[in-house]
């Protein structure tokens, strides 16, 4: 006998109580209980993201702190491990940010090329790319691009580099003809005996573009890779199961149900305040059967007693001083709308759902709603800190599984026509790529809720060893320390050309100790 009094030891395996007899859901395989339902979800997330404010909010703040407007590479080569690996000392930390400053300046050449040569299709620069394909990863699921060569575009005034990026419509990856997925193909991706995509299958158009009907009934099979490892398309999603192959149709889909009825409740709400606004009074007048027959035959008896209704109304302007007293017609009653909008459990309905979206996009309830009014610095930091956690691991994961292999296939194009600082004998890029392209994304910093307190703390944090300028400065203010640097030193200089006073943040160490009285030095 069970201590419990269940037929089983778990409550969750119970098939026999009122609560869990009917719950009875199906052991699905990771590609099998998404790829069927794929599009159906992703039309219904983008039906509500263009239409509900909330969910448009829930997307666009996290791609605002994921990636930004500026998200990029700090080239930082792994001189240990090619030091390790090839027993040249000459790979240091020196060698290691000279290399990184000119690989920095080349991958900027190439990404903000104000003739969008970086982009096929010649629309985005790099970081304008970069959010787009992670707004599919949000919204669809999945984040997906195409690597092209293009070398007629390069010369003449034109593209420096031939490798191009196109970011293509998740939609467009699936099995030729439509067909169910297979032992080889799951969702458009072609696996190999162990499982690993070795091809994926791209409709030349969109299903849903009328213009390219044609195109859109023909598929392409584009290889992952090169022979020699340079990739050609890149997949990135959250692997939420091992063996899946597609991504889980985005951040919204475990609250789309409950962004839908909001929407219903908000627009039945916002239609009853409206009829209340518009129809506040209302006289009844008796209508028999007759008068209802008559109505639809314009009969004669309905337009006399009409009649008579306005002429009674129109004679007897009855009022004391300049209030109107409403005299009624025999057989008329006067009715009022209940003008009681909204609903006095609509805002705590409205603020259930709103927390139910926050927890499952990973943001916070006032990061959607904008609403700042209930929070204070304590709260509001501890919760941005526990989002911030999020935020953060979606973009490394997004800069691993998807802006890595782009910069991997630049970096092998620029060590091939452009002079990098490399010592004598450095192997060759395709044997350390992992070394060569290694790099630090950086996007937005997180920001600042008091800034005297954090930057106090900032400096606490350098000065105890426990932080560096590098990472104080990208997660507070998402921007590269050496270009900090550089730009105090020109402006120290600015105000000597001009001999005016230096203020002292931008005297140096030297000469602020030497304003500290000697007691304190």
């Known amino acids: 006998m069970l201590i419990?009094?269940?037929?089983?030891?778990?409550?969750?395996?119970?098939?026999?109580?009122?609560?869990?007899?009917?719950?009875?859901?199906y052991l699905w395989s990771p590609d099998g209980e998404l790829n069927m339902y794929r599009d159906r979800i992703v039309a219904r997330i983008?039906?509500?993201?263009?239409?509900?404010?909330?969910?448009?909010?829930?997307?666009?703040?996290?791609?605002?702190?994921v990636i930004g407007a500026d998200f990029r590479p700090i080239f930082k080569p792994d001189w240990m491990a090619?030091?390790?690996?090839?027993?040249?000392?000459?790979?240091?930390?020196?060698?290691?940010?000279?290399?990184?400053q000119a690989m920095d300046a080349y991958y900027r050449m190439w990404a903000y090329d104000p003739?969008?040569?970086?982009?096929?299709?010649?629309?985005?620069?790099?970081?304008?790319?970069?959010?787009?394909?992670?707004?599919h990863k949000c919204v669809d699921g999945d984040a997906l691009g195409m690597l092209h060569w293009r070398p007629e575009r390069v010369g003449r005034g034109r593209a420096m580099y031939a490798t191009t990026l196109q970011v293509i419509d998740p939609d467009r990856l699936s099995n030729p003809q439509l067909k169910f997925d297979q032992n080889t193909m799951r969702g458009g991706v072609e696996v190999d005996d162990d499982g690993a995509a070795v091809g994926y299958w791209i409709r030349r158009a969109h299903q849903g573009d009328w213009f390219?009907?044609?195109?859109?009934?023909?598929?392409?099979?584009?290889?992952?890779?090169?022979?020699?490892?340079?990739?050609?398309?890149?997949?990135?999603f959250d692997h939420d199961r091992a063996a899946q192959h597609r991504g889980g149709a985005g951040i919204l889909t475990p609250v789309l149900q409950r962004l839908k009825m909001l929407v219903k409740y908000d627009s039945a709400e916002l239609d009853a305040a409206i009829i209340n606004a518009i129809f506040?009074?209302?006289?009844?007048?008796?209508?028999?059967?007759?008068f209802?027959?008559?109505?639809?035959?314009d009969g004669e008896k309905l337009k006399t007693y009409n009649d008579y209704r306005r002429e009674f109304h129109e004679d007897r302007n009855i009022?004391?001083?300049?209030?109107?007293?409403?005299?009624?017609?025999?057989?008329?009653?006067?009715?009022?709308?209940?003008?009681?909008?909204?609903?006095?459990?609509?805002?705590?309905?409205?603020?259930?759902?709103?927390?139910?979206?926050?927890?499952?996009?990973?943001?916070?309830?006032?990061?959607?709603?904008?609403?700042?009014?209930?929070?204070?610095?304590?709260?509001?930091?501890?919760?941005?800190?526990?989002v911030w956690k999020t935020f953060h691991r979606r973009r490394t994961n997004f800069a691993t599984g998807f802006g890595q292999p782009v910069v991997c296939a630049l970096v092998e194009e620029v060590m091939e026509v452009d002079e990098l600082p490399l010592p004598a004998g450095a192997p060759p890029f395709m044997q350390y790529r992992v070394a060569y392209s290694r790099a630090r994304w950086m996007g937005p910093g997180r920001g600042y809720v008091d800034p005297e307190k954090e930057r106090k703390g900032a400096i606490l944090g350098m000065d105890a060893g426990l932080s560096t300028l590098e990472d104080e400065v990208s997660e507070l203010a998402g921007a590269d320390w050496r270009e900090k640097v550089a730009q105090r030193a020109v402006e120290r200089e600015f105000f000597k050309e001009l001999g005016m006073p230096i203020p002292q943040a931008l005297q140096g160490v030297d000469a602020t100790e030497a304003q500290r009285p000697p007691e304190a030095q």
């Open 4 to 25: 419990g009094g269940g037929r089983t030891p778990y409550d969750a395996a119970d098939v026999w109580g009122d609560h869990m007899a009917a719950w009875q859901p």
């Open 46 to 65: 983008r039906d509500v993201v263009r239409n509900d404010g909330w969910a448009s909010a829930a997307v666009t703040r996290t791609i605002d702190n």
């Open 82 to 100: 090619l030091r390790a690996m090839t027993g040249i000392k000459a790979f240091d930390h020196i060698w290691a940010n000279e290399y990184g």
């Open 115 to 135: 003739g969008r040569y970086n982009d096929t299709q010649r629309a985005l620069t790099v970081p304008q790319q970069m959010a787009l394909a992670f707004r």
């Open 212 to 236: 390219s009907a044609g195109e859109s009934l023909h598929w392409d099979r584009i290889p992952r890779e090169t022979e020699w490892g340079r990739p050609i398309i890149v997949h990135d």
């Open 280 to 290: 506040a009074a209302y006289i009844e007048s008796p209508f028999d059967d007759e």
């Open 292 to 297: 209802v027959q008559e109505a639809f035959d």
């Open 319 to 386: 009022a004391i001083g300049n209030a109107r007293i409403s005299h009624l017609f025999p057989g008329e009653k006067m009715g009022f709308a209940d003008a009681a909008r909204p609903a006095t459990n609509f805002a705590d309905f409205e603020s259930a759902v709103l927390r139910n979206v926050a927890a499952g996009t990973g943001t916070s309830a006032q990061m959607i709603s904008q609403n700042w009014a209930d929070v204070n610095y304590s709260s509001y930091r501890a919760a941005m800190l526990e």
